[in-house]
């Protein structure tokens, strides 16, 4: 598809959609179409807004064209979805942004379309997938580490929360990541995890939040696709919280400490780039603070000079490359040796990616 | 219960007037047709008023709804098979319903079923695909039919309500569903979403030749014909609808309301539960959170829309397909938000409902003569 | 403190927190079905009502405001259901089922702009000002709304019992016929109680936005207001039962975190379902084979 886009490229842009022979294909032969498909709301203050915040900014460029789909289900909706916007849109390149929606979904949408392209947000690529398939996300690990300092720092009973969806694996390298960066700071402080079944839960999610407070935590953090119930649930219970997906400080100005957010805009540009460019788009993409996949949100005030000082000085380790939060000797919450002593995940090792533990120190089971 | 109601009312008098009013069996269906079209308009029209408030243009709206759902060989399969699994979610309440009976609680068998299925083909590894997948349905079926019967045993032999029991029994199934997918049945190597193992590829039902639709259309349709006939042409369907009109009638009779009830739950289940398996075997491979998409609540709305006729059912189940179809298509060319449609077919069903009232009251299509 | 202990006290403040959208919503569905009419449609009120109410509170900045929108737009869809529900032949439980339908889509379609800002909650009474650990402070700072709903319960149960009004409202739910005879307008009476039950069912909506979880968002009910029904039915009709029935309700729906926290960490999905096992196994307890439920109103449709 974009190759003969590009070779089309100098036709009059009215009717080159006909000689195409698709039909409905949109007219210009020089935009790109590129669909976005979202499992939530788009303005869920959390995964699917840092998504369509990025899309949002893509619209704005040259030559593109935007189209966008939300509240699709996992189910083969999503399969009619990805097939109407190439049908129907003529999109040339797709992000179906859930996990969900990988395997089967997208890889059989894909076989079909062949000269489509797809890209997945958070999925495994392997080279024994389409060619014209792949997978992109980032180290957002690091991020929730730094929040795990700033917790370390803020928290005065030594006691933090984590209300999470499920125990799967890019959540639980959340939770360990959170529970050692804090115990870097202090190897006495525990992270007391509630996992509320769903990604979307608001009452259970306060439920949780309020039953945290009611043990004594004093900090929060969470890992479900819309943290503002968390967040301002914790601001009223006089916490402190640590953001996720997406900048949440305006919801929490006491207790807001920082927060861990995706910046998709780098990877989309970065696809875009390769597509307009005419070069072949990378099937397996990763990247982490350094390659501004991810970033922190600014420090609230609660935040000492002590920590700041703390958490610049690993964020520019970090930055370096080759930082492992995950190394040995670590064991996990039952006592049993998960890592063995002088190995080293760094935030690159295909390893992190299925996770099946919690970390000494953290308080819960995978059940 | 209006809907059994109809059914009595309508079945005596045609009985009677037959013999003189020859065209009345026709006309009778015509407004069975006309109505709800007539309702359909009026939707349409209310609905264009309300985009128009908003100051977007109800032409292109309905281009695209057309467009999106039925314009296109592609665009009518995507209704097709967004309406396949509505198809049996209906039958689990229209056909208890022909005993007066309100079941709402599809989504559980469905989601029981597609998992009795998933596990069902584990341990067939290398047996002959079609007797795994009639395993699997016959897997399927018994679960969906075991949970709903839960319902009608619960009615039958304690009185306990069954709009309510099956309500209950739904979130606890999908509570058990969730528990056994995350937990004793998950394969550990589906990392991020938590699955069953999967039944492998050679057990997937494939499409129907020459199309994009998966057999679950199919075993819908041929589902519902059969229903129909189980319904106005066999006694025990005879026999349902007497209880369901006049539940003391029945019991003077001698009829055994009280097996009739389990036995019309189960078989609604099951119907629900074979949905669930076929969702496994022609779509997922396998069972997880994926199942759990609405199916089940859908089909309660399908089947009283079509007045509980499983005849009916099928072009509710392409209607409701229909608008799901073009749901997304609005999204992307208007820049309307998903609610669009929900907004949409709220007003449609509103006005579907609404519309049983004009049965009966236009005189061309009441019998004439006899008596 | 003790795990026990800490699990009371959690499931005490879930019941006072978490009950409120279901004493209203169960209030609001106990008077329509005295009525004789169901009402399904209450989830969609309660979407709809928690979104207004979120709005209003929001642009006006007065979350009692707030309040009051959402009961009205509760109302005006209330009297949608009712009205509709009056013509001849019209299946009151599928009409809910649309109603829930077109009130989630409205409350959608409207909501998107407020999901970002943060609108004025509503102000909770300190009732633990004596307490001086703080998950019994916290577990008593109650919402003013929680109150409201119980004299609601009071107030309606006085109204069935000893107004004339009230006596209409049995009457009609009881028999039609009997209702007829006295010359009682059944269609009016019955549209009022359904648009009544509604404004409380968007009260409990309003609850949900502006005081807990206190947010608007798309996913923030999860089927209260489906629950009222099979609330209602565990209530025997009889409004005071609907705040036992709310509080267990809500105390059961706090059991799932905080086992959790006391380190009761397997099958939490099986104690999520909790309160709905709860129902079902005090429905099967309490009914007795081949009558019809004590206290149900002979004209409800399900009753049969």
Redesign the interface.
Known sequence: MLSRRSLLSGAAAGGAALTLGGGLRPAQAATLTIGFIYV??K???GYNQAHAEAAAMLKKMPGVKI???????????VE??M???I???GASLLFPTS??YFD?YMLRTAKKYKKVQFRHC?G?WTDKDPMNTGSYFGYIGMGMYLNGIAAGYASKSKKLGFVAA?????VLLNINSFTLGARSVNPGITT??????DW?????????T???????VDVVTMHVD?P??VV??AE??GMYVCGYHANQA??APKGYLTGAEWNWITVYKMFLADAQGGKALPNFVRGGLAEGFVKMSPYGPAVSAEARKHIDAIKAEMMKGGFAVIKGPLKDNKGALVVPAGTAYPETAIQL??M?YLTEGV???I? | MSATANSKATAAPAAVAGAVDRSYPARRTLEAVAAPLAALLLATAAFALFLLALGKSPADFFDLVW??AFG?W??LQ?TL??AAPLLLTALCVAIPAQLGLVIIGGEGAFVLGGLAAAVAALPLDGVWPPLVQLVMAAAGIAAGGAWIALTGLLRARRGVNETVASLVLAYIGIALF??LV??PLRD?SS????STWGIGDANMLGPLPGTDL?PGLLVGVIACLLCWLLIYRTATGFAARVTGGNLRAAQLQGLPVGRLIIAACALGGAFAGLGGMI?VAA???RA???LI?GYGYAGILIAFLARHNPLAIIPMAVLLGGI??AG??L???LGL??ATVVVLQGFIFVAILASETLYGRIAWFQPRGGR | MGALE?VT??MV??AL??STPFLFVSLGECLTERSGRINLGNEGVLVLGAMVAYATSYHTGNPWLGVVAGAIAGALLGAVHGGVCSLARVNDVAMGIAIMLAGTGIA?FFG?PY??P?APQLPRLPLGFWASA??VK??LSVSPLFFIGLAAAFAMHWFFRATRMGLRVRIVGDSADAARALGLSIDRIRLFATAAGSALAGIGGAF?SLS????W????S?GQGLMAVALVVFARWNPLNCVIAALIFGAA??L???L??V?V?????LF?AAPYVVTLVILAATVRPGRALRGMPGELSIGR
């Open positions: 939530g709301p303005d869920d203050y189209v966008e789909e939300e509240k699709v289900p996992e189910t083969d909706d009619k979805t097939e109407s916007m049908q129907l849109d996990f969900g089967p958070g495994l499920k125990p799967i694996p890019q007391q995890v509630i996992f509320t079944g979307s839960m608001p009452v259970k999610e306060a439920e949780a309020n039953s945290l407070a009611d043990q004594g819309g503002k119930v301002e649930t009223r219970r305006a919801l990616e299925s099946n308080l819960g089971s059940s | 467009q999106g296109s592609f665009s995507n098979q967004r969730n528990h995350e937990g550990p990392l991020n979403k938590p998966h969702e779509v997922h491979g997880n959170a994926s998409a799901g179809a997304g298509l999204q992307r060319r938000p998903d | 800490t006290v959690a403040a879930g927190r978490v959608f998107k999901v970002q943060v703080p998950p916290s577990a949900l807990y979880p206190g947010s968002n798309e996913g923030l999860s729906g706090a799932g975190p905080s959790q926290t380190g960490t397997k099958g939490y999905y999520y």
